[in-house]
């Protein structure tokens, strides 16, 4: 039980982390430089307002100086971040893989979540991370065979969605999600990575056509898909687990 409680506030942390990583790489500001600051007045956060989680109920979603409400986004992330170290710590001994990388990858796939959703934009930093640590996993656990399948189904997957940004001339698919497709295909193998990418599809659909029917989007706007790969890719493991 403290385990547990122990690795919720570590995935809090992590998920602060995530949430100011991923506001100021597409800003190009580095994540060394400074404190947190507030959005509004700009004025740089004492610790005691960069506690993960804590910090936003006792300011009750205000910032401490202008009283201008925090963004939702800050808990949201933090909150995401620890219920998913959990139930990885939780699901550990079913996953296809080692506990420690599993926390790592889920970090970069919040990462990659959070920025598409917010900006429409996958960094490539993100992405490269991902693959580099999965083929030196591979390496590492693995014979030679599984990194040249699992490398297969990843090519195989970005192929897919490059035929898809080819044919709608980018509009329909970005690089991205194309990049992002060398990764969960690796990470989903041989088994998942076409149910992945086909739940993707249903889901990214299905979201789009709610939008469009209930007025908050048009047939021609562009839908960020990464959030759906990601969001997809995590439901294909949960869903593999149970069933």
Request: aromatic share 14%.
């Amino acid at each position: 039980m403290f385990f547990n409680l122990l690795l919720l506030i570590l995935g809090f942390v992590f998920g602060s982390f995530v949430s100011a990583l991923s506001f100021r790489i597409v800003r190009g500001v580095s994540i060394s430089k400074g404190r947190s600051r507030c959005d509004n007045c700009k004025k740089e956060l004492g610790w005691q307002e960069n506690i993960p989680l804590v910090s936003y109920l006792f300011l009750k979603g205000r910032c401490k100086n202008c009283q201008k409400r925090i963004s939702i986004r800050y808990p949201l992330i933090e909150l995401s971040s620890g219920l998913g170290f959990l139930l990885i710590y939780i699901y550990r001994l079913i996953l296809p893989y080692n506990f420690i990388f599993c926390l790592i990858i889920f970090v970069i796939l919040i990462l990659i979540f959070v920025t598409d959703i917010e900006h429409q934009v996958i960094p490539d930093e993100f992405v490269f991370a991902g693959i580099v640590l999965s083929v030196l996993y591979f390496l590492l656990s693995s014979n030679s065979y599984t990194l040249i399948s699992n490398l297969f189904y990843g090519f195989l997957c970005a192929s897919l969605l490059m035929l898809v940004n080819i044919i709608t001339r980018g509009k329909g698919m970005g690089l991205g999600d194309v990049k992002f497709a060398v990764l969960g295909g690796m990470l989903m193998g041989s088994k998942l990575a076409l149910p992945w990418l086909l739940l993707s599809f249903l889901t990214g659909a299905t979201v789009a056509i709610i939008l469009v029917l209930i007025g908050n989007a048009r047939l021609k706007d562009k839908i960020a898909f990464g959030p759906f790969l990601v969001f997809s890719l995590l439901l294909t493991v949960i869903l593999d687990v149970l069933i």
